[in-house]
């Protein structure tokens, strides 16, 4: 119901930069919020930022002041990654809570992505 489609992961060398981009498509009435995780190599996903309807941010400690989370009116969410670290690479996925509209029938949904790729090498 509700498709999420990232871009914009790659290798770069670290102190490089990267943008990522998440575009949600679907049955959307309203996002509530829309985010970025990562998952490290063998390791749990993690929040890496998210950013509320109302425009409020939330960063993790290790990637405050390096990156920046935005959002437009089209339902796409942007990573900007700056200062990037070899311990930033991961597999990053988008995701996205609200509520989807279908034939005036309302429900909630909390989509991801497919993810996609960010290398950082040393």
């Known amino acids: 119901q509700v498709q999420l489609v990232e871009s914009g992961g790659g290798l770069v060398q670290a102190g490089g930069s990267l943008r990522l981009s998440c575009a949600a498509s679907g049955s959307i009435y309203r996002i509530n919020a829309m985010g970025w995780y990562r998952q490290p190599p063998g390791k749990q996903r993690e929040l890496v930022a998210r950013?509320?309807?109302?425009?409020?941010t939330t960063y993790a400690d290790s990637v405050k002041g390096r990156f920046t989370i935005s959002r437009d009116n089209a339902n796409t969410v942007y990573l900007q990654m700056n200062i990037l670290k070899p311990e930033d690479t991961a597999v990053y996925y988008c995701?996205?809570?609200?509520?989807?509209?279908?034939?005036?029938?309302?429900?909630?949904?909390?989509?991801w992505g497919q993810g996609t790729e960010v290398t950082i090498s040393s």
């Open positions: 995701n996205a809570q609200g509520i989807t509209e279908e034939r005036q029938r309302y429900a909630p949904f909390d989509s």
């Open positions: 950013i509320s309807s109302s425009a409020t």
